[in-house]
Structures are given as C-alpha cells and as structure tokens.
C-alpha cells in the first residue's frame, strides 16, 4: 500500500498550470523579439524578422519548458513536455515558409492592388500605370477549358480503374498514369507545341494550346485524386443498391460518385492550383501579349505566371514599376487559388451526402 501510494502522489503531485506552456511560448517570442529590436536599434540588423522570432523563439521554448518541467514535474512529465514542443516545432516549421510568402507577397503585392489592375491592360504601357485585365482573364479561360478536358476524362479513367479495372490493361493504365505525374511541365509544353505545330504549322500560338498543355499535367492528378476517394467509398453500399436491383452504372451514377463528390471536388481543386501557376508550358504554347485577347483559339494570349515572370525578367526604365506589377500579379494569382479552394469546399458541403436524419 505504502509503494502504491508513494507511485501515485510522484504521478499526480507538482503538475505545471494548464496555460503555463503557452504562457512560457508567448514570453520566449517577446524575447527574441525584443532582442531582434535591439540589434535593429544598433544596426546590426536592417529591419525586424517575423520568421526569425517565431523560429528562434519556438527554439528557446523547446530548452526552456523542458528545464522547467524537469524541476517542477519530474523526469518523466519532462520528457514528455519535450517530445510535445518538438512536434509544435516541427509543424511550426513546416509552416514558416507558407507565412513568409504570404506576409512577404502582401507586402509587397499591396501597393498596385488597385482598380486600374483590375480593368486595365498593359497596351501601350511602357512605364508606370496599367493593368493584368488581360492576364487574369487569360489565366481563368486557360484554367477553365483545361478543366474541361481533364476532369471527365480523369474521373472516367478513376471509375474504370475501381469499378471495372482488371488484369494486365488496368495495370498498364496505372503505370501511365504514375508516368505522367512525374512530367516537368516544359514536357507537356512541347508536346502541345508539337501537336498544334502539325495541325496549323510552325509557330503557332492560342491559349487553347494552353489548355491541352495543362490539361496533359491535371489529368494524372485527378486520376489519382478521384481513384482514392472512389476506394473509400464502402462496398456495403455497392451491394446493398446491387440486392434492390440496381444496375452497376446506375450504382456508380446514384450511389459511389455522391458519396465521393467532397473527396473528388477536393482532388479537382488541387490539381487546378497545381496548374494554374505554371509558367513553362503557357510561355511555349500560348505565347506573350500586352493587349487584351478573349478568343482561345486566335492568336496570342496572356497569363498571370506569364505576366508576373515578364513583369520581373524584363524591367524597363521604371524598375519599382514593373516589379509592383509582378508582385500584386502573384498576389492575384493566391486570391485566386484561394477563392477557388473555398468554393470548392461550399461544392462539397453541398453535395456530400447527408448522414443525419
């Protein structure tokens, strides 16, 4: 009784306030950042590093709680509290370089957030002033029609693969398909180049090229995307609509794709954002423009990567002007993804399946 009792008071006594780890990560930040303002004041350092005071700070909370744990709690608490800070660390810097691009994008992307960037072109802009009307209405119509292409095609290609898929062809399609995920994106390029070569002759150049280019590096994506959530749908399901009778594409119609559509409008979304910023093959096939073209399939046409990557590699006389350009068009381009991803997460809450009652 007496071991007992002695096992449970070193498990339960000196116990560290619940808030006392976010109080401790809290006062670690404010002191790397007071140390960060000192040597600003100095000179040591130009300016005051969020990244840098969020990293090192985490760092010294990491030694710090541990310490303290180990003379309040005990070894075994101490080890504990470790293990824990390390996760956060870990995640923490995992998630660093997404807040430094998106503090350093708005920073720097605010200052020509303005309406002329929104309805005007760079049509005879040689300096300061104008817009990416035409580059953000040229990126939508590219990402849209490549859209068109690849998802039937790529939900198609996942439903045969789960519902249908056997023997040596159903592993041939496989193989491709873990082939064309790993294409550079200059690849897909060329090969819509090449194909729109034959069909119209040496340097050709329409944004509907853009589309096939990307729809070449979407459809892997959707296939595997869609494959995954098709797998996760129960066969309980399937056999319970296939004892009332059902057919098998009408259980598929009815009963696998609405049960899968949040996962699948999910995996859409992440193969458009894996697009929608390529450069490579859009510069190749699409071309490059300062003026305002809305035919897919006549001419040259603008894109927000293509424009942003002009805007920076060929700066004219006015430097700051051509690189806020570039700046506010990859902050476009994020506000884009990112209108694009909540939507698709308002399409999944819509469609999914209700399970209450």
């Known amino acids: 009784m007496a071991v007992s009792t002695t096992a449970g008071n070193a498990l339960t006594t000196g116990r560290l306030p619940r808030m006392a780890p976010w109080a401790i990560l809290l006062a670690c930040w404010l002191v790397v950042a007071g140390v960060y303002?000192?040597?600003?004041?100095s000179g040591t350092l130009q300016d005051f590093s969020l990244v840098g005071t969020l990293f090192f700070g985490t760092v010294l909370y990491i030694a710090i709680i541990y310490v303290i744990s180990l003379s309040v709690e005990g070894r075994r608490q101490a080890v504990d509290r470790l293990i824990t800070a390390l996760v956060f660390g870990a995640f923490l810097v995992a998630l660093l370089p997404l807040v430094s691009l998106v503090s350093t994008v708005l920073a720097n992307g605010l200052a020509r957030f303005d309406l002329d960037f929104f309805t005007m072109s760079q049509r005879n802009i040689v300096g300061a002033g104008g817009g990416a009307l035409h580059a953000i209405v040229g990126t939508l119509e590219i990402t849209a029609v490549?859209?068109?292409?690849?998802?039937?095609?790529?939900?198609?290609?996942?439903?045969?693969l789960v519902e249908y898929g056997r023997g040596q062809i159903a592993r041939w399609i496989t193989f491709l398909v873990d082939v064309m995920t790993g294409i550079p994106s200059i690849v897909a390029g060329l090969f819509a180049y090449a194909v729109f070569a034959i069909v119209f002759g040496p340097g050709v150049r329409m944004g509907f090229a853009g589309s096939v280019a990307l729809s070449v590096l979407m459809i892997p994506v959707v296939v595997r995307a869609c494959e995954e959530m098709l797998k996760l749908v129960p066969n309980e399901l399937r056999e319970a609509a296939f004892a009332l009778g059902v057919p098998k594409w009408l259980t598929i119609l009815k009963v696998v794709l609405p049960t899968s559509a949040a996962g699948i409008t999910t995996g859409v979304m992440l193969s458009i954002a894996r697009v929608i910023g390529e450069t490579a093959p859009l510069l190749l096939v699409a071309g490059f423009t300062q003026s305002m073209n809305y035919d897919l399939f006549d001419g040259r046409m603008q894109s927000l990567p293509v424009f942003v990557f002009t805007s920076y590699a060929n700066q004219g006389t006015d430097g700051d002007a051509y690189l806020a350009r570039a700046w506010t068009g990859a902050l476009t381009l994020i506000l884009?993804?990112?209108?694009?991803?909540?939507?698709?997460?308002?399409?999944?809450?819509?469609?999914?399946?209700?399970?209450?009652?």
């Open 37 to 41: 303002a000192l040597f600003a004041m």
């Open 146 to 160: 490549a859209t068109l292409i690849s998802v039937p095609i790529g939900l198609l290609t996942a439903v045969y």
């Open 336 to 357: 884009i993804v990112m209108a694009l991803n909540l939507i698709a997460r308002l399409i999944a809450r819509f469609f999914s399946p209700k399970t209450g009652r």
